[in-house]
């Protein structure tokens, strides 16, 4: 697919693509069989917004073929690889795929960057007839109480608050986002991962604020917090479960379609 002509996006990621497909936490199997479970078929599945491939790859082990796209090259070029996934460099809103012959689409953490008229017709249009749009998001981690309230309040609001795209207070308002398809009731998932304390600092140097912040102030805003951050955690070889619940919206395509404006 030629990449001449896409529109213009906000690329907060691919400056760091490494350290995002390196440190990013992973999503539960569960999560996407019951995708399949509820998606009229499970022949084709498009990945929107792919990143590193991360919810592709989940996918993939449930759907026959995926095509996984994402506005950045960078991204995809990191993308981890899988026989049953095609990627591509497209933006959400052009996606180049053909009309009417998507099971499911995956928006994982990243809806909020969208322009959501655009990308809601483009989703209707790829989508086969009860075909599903689903939209996941997560937002703060749990380790222990002292360790959240160093990441969760003092650094995200505190630390690199100033610096987070507009659009990321859209994950602080998820569940009100403008979803204009007939929702199913979901399931709760978390993401669930066992991490020493150097993995949770690259976690936290992946964020788009602290690329922003390093970006303004040439100094890592993480050493802010990594002493205290280190002295909570103890041991540095010991691993620690961390978790992340995730809200997951899921649409149908209706038949016919109702008119949205």
Known sequence: MASAGRPSFKDHFSKQATDYA????????ELFEYLGSVAPSRALA????SGNGQAAIGLAEVFDRVVATDASEKQIANASPHKHVDYRVAPAENS??????????M????????DLPRFYKEAR????NKGLLAASAYKFLHITPEIDELINSRYYDQVVGPFWPPERVLIEKFEAMAFPFPELKSPLFQMVAHWKIDHVLGYLQSWSATQRFITA?????????????????????????????????????????????
């Open 22 to 29: 390196k440190f990013r936490p992973r999503y539960p199997r």
């Open 46 to 49: 498009w990945d929107c917004a």
């Open 96 to 105: 180049g795929i053909d009309s009417g012959i998507v099971d499911l689409i």
């Open 107 to 114: 928006v994982a953490q990243a809806l909020h960057w969208f």
């Open 125 to 128: 249009r790829v989508l086969k």
């Open 217 to 261: 102030n040439n100094r890592s805003p993480l050493d802010e917090i990594a002493d205290e951050l280190r002295a909570a955690w103890g041991d540095r070889d010991e691993s620690k479960q961390v978790t992340w619940p995730l809200t997951l919206r899921v649409g149908i395509k209706a038949n016919p379609e109702p008119l949205i404006t």
